[in-house]
């Protein structure tokens, strides 16, 4: 038997060639020996440099696209809600320390009107509840509460405490709005009964410009503008005369202005009572 047959040397043979330890590189040879040919990766940078390039150029999706445009949306209505503000406050930083006195007690008086009308309000109930016949206490109320409307309504005329103004319009600048702004500042000065030029004005009364005079109701009138108001002259006046108020802006338009208390201002133009088309009583 020769030597390749002697069964040591047939299972060497069998078995593969021994895998050589790998070297470390050298400088002639970079790559080293790498088992298979594989190379090693390239050099990826240093960690910020990673950073940068996962956020750049950002990938947004969809959602992502919406929030953002929300959030701009919200900010930029925070933004313009703030500078309205600062204009508020910077107009009453501006003003005249008697001005900012008068708004402040116009303010209370308002707050006093309403607390006036909730007791009066309270009284009416205590006196229901406690009267002996409370169907004549119902009556009586019932009766003034319809005085109280036909007033606030226009089918009844008015008297009581009150103011005039006069407003001249020579530069035929004042328009309808100024008017309406007017009205609306003697309603929230408590102002009970109010007729302009011989036209009672109610709570759906509308003004409109109509060839260089103005329309209430669809009735034209023409300047001079005079307003009879029945209601508290110490409330009633101040509430024209704050700052960057009525008397203010038709001033700036060159109109002439005039507020005069009495102890007596008459409101007689009568609006016809109109039975609603589709509304009626809950009780019927």
Known sequence: MSDDEQPANRLRKELPDEVPPARPPSADD???????????????????????????PPRLTR???????LLFGLGFGLAVQVASNSESDSALRGARQ???????????DRTQRLEDEKQGLEKQRDELENSSDQAEEARKQTLEKERQLGILAGTVAAQGPGITVTIEDTKGTVEADMLLDAIQELRAA??????????????GTYLADADNSVGVDGNKINAPYRFQVIGKPQDLEPALNIPGGVVQTLEKEQATVTVERSSKIVVDALRAAERPDYARSSSQ
């Open 63 to 69: 959602a992502q696209l919406i929030v953002a445009l």
């Open 190 to 203: 408590g102002a009970e009964a109010i007729q302009v030029n011989g036209v009672r004005v109610v709570a």
């Open 30 to 56: 970079p790559a080293g020996d790498v088992p298979g040919g594989a190379q090693p990766e390239p050099n990826q940078g240093t960690g910020r440099q990673r950073l940068l390039k996962g956020l750049w």
């Open 98 to 108: 008697e001005d900012l006195v008068r708004i402040l007690d116009e303010l209370d």
